[in-house]
């Protein structure tokens, strides 16, 4: 009897090793100032053959990670996710679409609302999976769920509402970071790495580099520590992450 239990003892303190070690990973992106815009932004690879490296306006009451796939884009990893797929929430609808097949541009497809809070609309777009790289923790995820939308398809109307409008010249999307099912951290959990479902966003003043934590908070935080908080959001998810953060600051304080 009491070798089984310390059997079992010895069952779940390896369980729990293994668990340890396998969340320690973490993701880190640096966050940089657009010195016109005042908005906040990370560098990251979409797809593959090519790959994209964009840069993404970070919104913490974002839904979902979003870019444009105009015609320009295209990319041999990315799969559109079908209306009857179990990461379809239908509330975008289903789209099709007469072109050759590229990302964007296919039927049958599960829509996305893809939002630009900057402008205060949502557009049309397309729900697919693709490789997601991040570069600084070279980190992949081979089946990132996004939104993509061909902001070609909306530009040609002067001075109405388009996707991009609004952000820094060289964003290229925006980075949803709200609590919803496919918001990056979210997804980064449900990956092979299983990286703990909590961030950290230390944003810096101009000319700075910031930083994005997924996972859990680098030893040596100190260093990141002339935060300057929030940016793009609704009052509810500004109130969510104030209290979290204001926590989170209490334990690393004391
Ligand atoms: C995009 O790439 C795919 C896969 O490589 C290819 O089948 C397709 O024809 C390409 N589409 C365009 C519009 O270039
Ligand atoms: C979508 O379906 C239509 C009608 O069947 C077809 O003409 C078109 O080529 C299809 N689009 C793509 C991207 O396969």
Redesign the pocket.
């Known amino acids: 009897m009491a070798s089984f239990s310390t059997l079992f003892s010895t069952l779940i303190l390896t369980i729990a090793l293994l668990s340890f070690s396998c969340s320690s990973q973490q993701f880190f992106s640096p966050v940089e100032k657009d010195p016109i815009t005042n908005l906040f932004s990370t560098l990251l690879w979409v797809g593959t053959?090519p790959t994209h490296e964009f840069n993404f306006v970070i919104d913490i009451g974002g839904p979902i990670l979003w870019y444009d796939c105009n015609k320009a884009y295209?990319?041999?990893t990315y799969n559109p996710i079908s209306c009857e797929s179990k990461h379809c929430t239908n509330d975008a609808g289903c789209t099709s679409c007469n072109?050759?097949?590229?990302p964007g541009?296919s039927n049958n497809t599960c829509g996305a609302n893809i939002i630009n809070p900057l402008v205060d609309a949502i557009f049309s777009g397309d729900t697919g999976s693709d490789a997601l790289f991040i570069p600084k923790s070279k980190i992949k995820v081979s089946d990132f769920i996004s939104g993509c939308t061909d902001s070609n398809a909306f530009a040609d109307s002067a001075d109405s509402d388009f996707p991009l409008k609004n952000l820094p010249k060289t964003s290229k999307g925006i980075l949803g970071l709200a609590r919803t099912p496919l918001s990056l951290p979210k997804q980064l959990s449900l990956a092979p790495q299983k990286i703990l479902n909590k961030f950290v966003l230390c944003l810096p003043s101009s000319n700075k580099l910031g930083g994005l934590f997924i996972g859990g908070v680098p030893s040596n935080f100190a260093k990141f520590n002339s935060l300057l908080f929030l940016l793009l959001l609704t009052p509810l998810a500004l109130l969510q992450y104030l209290l979290k953060v204001m926590l989170l600051m209490n334990t690393l304080l004391m």
């Not at 072109?99 to 590229?102: E, S, T, V």
């Open positions: 053959e295209n990319s041999s072109g050759p097949f590229k541009c």
